[in-house]
């Protein structure tokens, strides 16, 4: 009768949610830089043009990492500057990091879910001078989040990743500097 009893009692207690970690993070590029004002030589904007000179298409399978996965890949390619063009799938467990405050220096907060699986509707960022730098949209049924792709993000069923692949003469050395401001 005891036994009947406990486990009529557990099974009222509701599911445990998965274990989401979240920490932050004060990561300045130098001191120096980041106390640093605004450089009125540096436009508030500018552009760089270039043709795209293919075109290339990644496939994942099941627990692949992610971020180490289109690392690889780029670097099998001998991808120097590409911009992400889609990424659709699903993954496993997460880790991502965002922003978490207005001033110099940045702090990021990360956020990292190993027993919790979600679909990835995008995925968007560069190559640039074959370092990438992704940024992913994912959704659990519940809400969207997103952030910048860290390791841990294992894929679930598959993910696709597209990149369109600039000539390397293309220079996106200044598109992901933040001291260049």
């Known amino acids: 009768m005891k036994a009947f009893a406990l486990l009529l009692a557990l099974s009222l207690v509701p599911a445990l949610p998965a274990q989401l970690s979240r920490y932050e993070l004060v990561k300045p590029t130098t001191p120096e830089a980041d106390a640093a004002?605004?450089?009125?030589?540096?436009?508030?904007?500018?552009?760089?043009s270039g043709q795209f000179q293919r075109v290339v298409v990644f496939r994942f399978k099941y627990q692949t990492d992610l971020l180490a996965g289109i690392e690889s890949l780029v670097a099998k390619e001998g991808i120097r500057n590409a911009v992400i063009l889609s990424g659709i799938g699903?993954?496993?467990?997460?880790?991502?990091h965002s922003v978490s405050n207005r001033e110099f220096p940045?702090?990021?907060?990360?956020l990292?879910?190993?027993?919790?699986?979600?679909?990835?509707?995008?995925?968007?960022g560069y190559v640039i001078d074959g370092r990438l730098h992704a940024?992913?949209?994912?959704?659990?049924?519940?809400?969207?989040?997103?952030?910048?792709?860290?390791p841990n993000t294992n894929v679930f069923t598959f993910a696709i990743i597209t990149l369109g692949v600039f000539d390397d003469s293309v220079d996106l050395s200044r598109v992901d500097d933040k001291t260049y401001r």
């Open 106 to 110: 940045s702090k990021n907060v990360f």
């Open 90 to 96: 699903s993954v496993r467990n997460y880790q991502i």
């Open 37 to 48: 004002p605004n450089n009125p030589d540096v436009p508030e904007g500018y552009a760089v």
């Open 135 to 150: 940024h992913l949209t994912l959704t659990n049924g519940e809400k969207a989040f997103g952030g910048h792709l860290e």
């Open 112 to 124: 990292e879910d190993r027993g919790a699986p979600a679909d990835i509707i995008s995925v968007n």
